[in-house]
Nanobody
Framework: QVQLVESGGGSVQAGGSLRLSCTVSGVTVSSHCMTWQRQIPGKEREGVAFIDTNGVTVYADSVKGRFNISRSNTENTLLLEMNNLKPEDTGTYYC??????????????????????WGQGTQVTVSS
């Protein structure tokens, strides 16, 4: 059984930082394209950051230079360091994994295919 459990969300003032963690079981983070996605009320779900099985990372323009995605292979955990947070970063953040293993490049962060494994989400609130 595959489980993804996010933690680390919370409330912070603009300019602050948060570190999200996603503890994964049932699949290996190093063998699957992983992503952090966010849902902001009134907007479509957005892919914030991706890391493929080669360790290549891709970020949405809105978070480039502020967010950093990484993984711990020993702990089988996906991480998201969020710095210089802005009120528009407020939303629910989800970690997810592609169903198919060993996807790299566009097959990881491009549209199409399934992020078939999802966590329950963690709330991030940034106040001005």
């Amino acid at each position: 059984q595959v489980q993804l459990v996010e933690s680390g969300g919370g409330s912070v003032q603009a300019g602050g930082s948060l570190r999200l963690s996603c503890t994964v079981s049932g699949v290996t983070v190093s063998s699957h394209c992983m992503t952090w996605q966010r849902q902001i009320p009134g907007k479509e779900r957005e892919g914030v950051a991706f890391i493929d099985t080669n360790g290549v990372t891709v970020y949405a323009d809105s978070v480039k230079g502020r967010f950093n995605i990484s993984r711990s292979n020993t702990e089988n955990t996906l991480l998201l360091e969020m710095n210089n947070l802005k009120p528009e970063d407020t939303g629910t953040y989800y970690c997810a994994a592609r169903l198919t293993p060993f996807l790299t490049g566009y097959y990881c962060y491009g549209p199409g295919g399934d992020f078939g494994y999802w966590g329950q989400g963690t709330q991030v609130t940034v106040s001005s």
